[in-house]
């Protein structure tokens, strides 16, 4: 019975990792050698930055060995190691409140891939697919005495100090007792093949120890002897000229680096020799990293000084909305001893951060400009890149002012102009005549939008209308407010020109529909708006005679200043319980029977009814809840009865 008990996230994850992973079980290697080589990385940079550890001298190594008979494989290292207190800390508990987003995202994948597991930040557990026990025996840095942990991931674990023996270095040397399925990769062939795809650029050497047999005449083993190679290429790839290295070099850093399977979408190395030397390596993933929407998510930039590493879990190192990034930032310029609590406010770091931004948002830029003009292929990466982060970019536009005009040129909604995407230059080159504004509808719904009466007279009048389906939609673009362009005039100058972005469902976006009806015809329908107006009473702000229906016969806007029915209640449901309850607008349309006809009634409760009708439709037909469905029904049923 083992001491001590595992977090219940723990138990929850490793009965996953147990009983329901089965794809890419080899990543289990890809994991350990990622923690192998963090602490490397931990351990290189104390011994430059702090003095307490200046004394250590160490070769940073690691080794990895198996035993087919004794059914074991083990990754050492000799880096920072981990106390008793690190040990239970490290591997007992989960630090990063992502792991249940994790929990859910695989109880939900019918493929159970094991890949997301190092996206999660929980990498050593997955050693439990290979592993029926698992003994890691560690000693850290500066410190005498050895701990070994096990467990077999069912029933707890185990922390016990080593008497005798114990390890010679500061290190970690993590053994598996391999089960049924991790047998396999107890061979030299596999785990070189692993290392090369996976850990090929973990800039700390790999030794993998095998035994090398002689063959007699008759091929059989005469004898065998214990060999080490090294296995991976061990040096900082990001650092190496771009002209030496292939495109399977960077693929091969990238699925290292980003816990990833698939090979990157696209990637972008720059050298910088200016005021400031810096390399930066920047990764695109073909697919959203999991965590993309957990507060708690984890950074995707790692910053190194001199290919020293610093840290790899700074949000600052980008900006939020660039959190899919993957990849490296190495500075020349900063001090080794940078402490990482500092780094936010080092002008160093921020110019890095900023240039890399530019960069990053160019490079978007001209992958969208190449799916404009270029082949499938371009078209496709352009494709996958706005499908996958489209959302995060919009984010860019209210968090990122500096570059808004940038990011104004990247992100992409749906239009009743055109199909799937499109951005708001392609909106403004398709304008006839003199449109002077942009304009848009907010919802939940695509289908729900495109069929909304408030888009009748834009369609009539044959003026598009961006489709904004996505929640965020709703709270970037009234931050954006106008669209602007600047287009290069002919004597050198620039021209700056913008257009106002109009919600449809709003008051005053309708004055490019035409004129109003003409006077005559309104003073007609004067009584009509009165008699509904005084009906609905409190219910509604105004009753408005609308420009904007065709065939419909009310639709409901919000005032210019007030937040849409829908946006209200999205912030409810966000938990803004101070929201005051906001009142449409209801316009109506004259020309249809149904308000026409109320021309020449006075009769009290059938034009109570037909307003209440007219009013609870239009709520319904933008997927607006009713307060009082009965209430709706019982109204309409009078009405069809007579
Ligand atoms: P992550 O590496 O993303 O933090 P892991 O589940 O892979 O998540 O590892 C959990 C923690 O265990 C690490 O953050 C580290 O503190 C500790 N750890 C794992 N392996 C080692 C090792 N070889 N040396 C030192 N610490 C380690
Ligand atoms: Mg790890």
């Known amino acids: 019975m083992a001491q001590r008990q595992f977090q219940t996230e723990v138990n929850q994850l ?19 050698v990622s923690n192998a080589s963090d602490a490397l990385d931990k351990l290189k940079y104390l011994t430059v930055a702090d003095e307490a550890y200046k004394s250590i001298s160490f070769e940073p190594r690691i080794d990895i060995v198996f035993d087919k008979d004794a059914k074991t494989l083990s990754v050492s290292d000799n880096g920072i190691g981990m106390n008793e207190a690190d040990l239970v800390e490290s591997l007992g508990t989960i630090a990063r409140s992502g792991t249940r987003a994790f929990l859910e995202k695989l109880g939900a994948d019918a493929k ?23 003994e890691v025996t560690s000693r850290k840095a500066g410190e005498d005495a050895t701990f070994v942990w096990s467990s077999n991931g069912q029933d707890g674990y185990d922390v016990e100090r080593v008497q005798t023996g114990g390890r010679d270095t500061q290190g ?11 047998l396999e990769y107890a061979n030299r062939w596999s785990i070189e093949d692993i290392i090369k795809r996976y850990s090929n650029h973990v800039a700390f050497p790999i030794y993998l120890t095998y035994d090398e047999n002689q063959y007699d005449d008759k091929g059989n083993v005469k004898s065998s002897k214990k060999k080490t190679d090294k296995v991976n290429s061990g040096a900082a790839l990001w650092r190496r000229a771009k002209s030496e290295l292939t495109e399977s070099d960077y693929h091969e850093f990238y699925k290292q680096i980003g816990h990833d399977n698939d090979d990157p979408l696209f990637y972008i190395h720059t050298k910088a020799e200016g005021t400031l030397e810096y390399t930066t390596l920047f990764y695109i993933p073909k697919k959203a990293p999991l965590d993309l929407y957990n507060v708690d998510y984890k ?13 790899d879990d700074d949000k600052e190192l980008m900006p939020t909305y660039l959190r899919f990034v993957r990849g490296v930032i190495d500075s020349e310029d900063l001090p080794l001893n940078v402490s990482r609590e500092i780094l936010q406010q080092n002008k160093v770091l921020i110019n890095i951060k900023n240039a890399s931004v530019k960069k990053l948002l160019g490079e978007f830029k001209a992958l969208a400009d190449k799916a404009l003009s270029g082949g499938d292929e371009a078209k496709e990466t352009w494709e996958t890149f706005i499908s996958q982060f489209n959302r995060p970019l919009k984010e860019g536009l ?13 992100v992409r909604f749906k239009s009743t102009a055109v199909e ?25 719904d695509e289908n729900t939008l ?41 004597d050198g100058k620039t021209e700056s020109r913008s257009w106002e972005l109009k919600a449809v469902n709003r008051a005053g976006a309708d004055e490019e529909l035409g004129a109003q009806k003409d006077r005559a015809a309104e003073k007609e329908i004067r009584p009509v708006i009165e008699k509904i107006k005084k009906a609905l009473g409190d219910r509604v702000k105004e009753v408005k005679l609308s420009r904007r229906l065709h065939d419909s016969p009310s639709c409901i806007v919000a005032d210019e200043n007030d937040p849409t029915i829908q946006m209200a209640q999205m912030l409810r449901a966000m938990g803004q319980t101070e929201m005051p309850d906001v009142k449409p607008i209801l316009e109506v349309n004259g020309d249809h029977p149904i308000v026409a006809g109320l021309k020449n009634t006075e009769d009290g409760e059938r034009i109570a009814d037909v307003a209440g009708v007219l009013l609870d439709q239009a709520l319904l037909v933008e997927g607006i809840k009713l307060k009082d469905p009965a209430d709706f029904v019982k109204r309409l049923n009078r009405l069809l009865a007579n």
Do not use: C
């Open 14 to 32: 490793l009965h996953l990792i147990i009983h329901s992973l089965y794809s890419n079980r080899e990543i289990f290697l890809r994991e350990l």
């Open 112 to 134: 159970k891939d094991s890949n997301l597991i190092g996206q999660f930040g929980v990498g050593f557990y997955s050693a439990f697919m290979v592993a029926e026990k698992i």
């Open 172 to 182: 970690t040397t993590v053994l598996l007792r391999l089960n049924e399925e991790g």
């Open 299 to 311: 950074p995707g930039v790692k910053l190194y000084v001199k290919r020293v590493f610093i840290t």
């Open 398 to 410: 209210y968090q990122d002012y500096a570059n808004r005009d940038a990011l104004q040129e990247l």
């Open 420 to 444: 799937g995407w499109t951005g708001l230059a392609n909106y403004v080159s398709r304008m006839k005549g003199d449109q002077k504004n942009i304009y848009y509808i907010t919802g939940g």
């Open 450 to 490: 495109r069929a909304s009466p408030l888009l009748e007279a834009y369609r009539a009048k044959d003026i598009e209308v961006l489709i904004m389906n996505d929640e965020i939609d709703e709270i970037v673009i009234p931050s954006l407010y106008s669209y602007r362009q600047e287009i290069p005039g002919a």
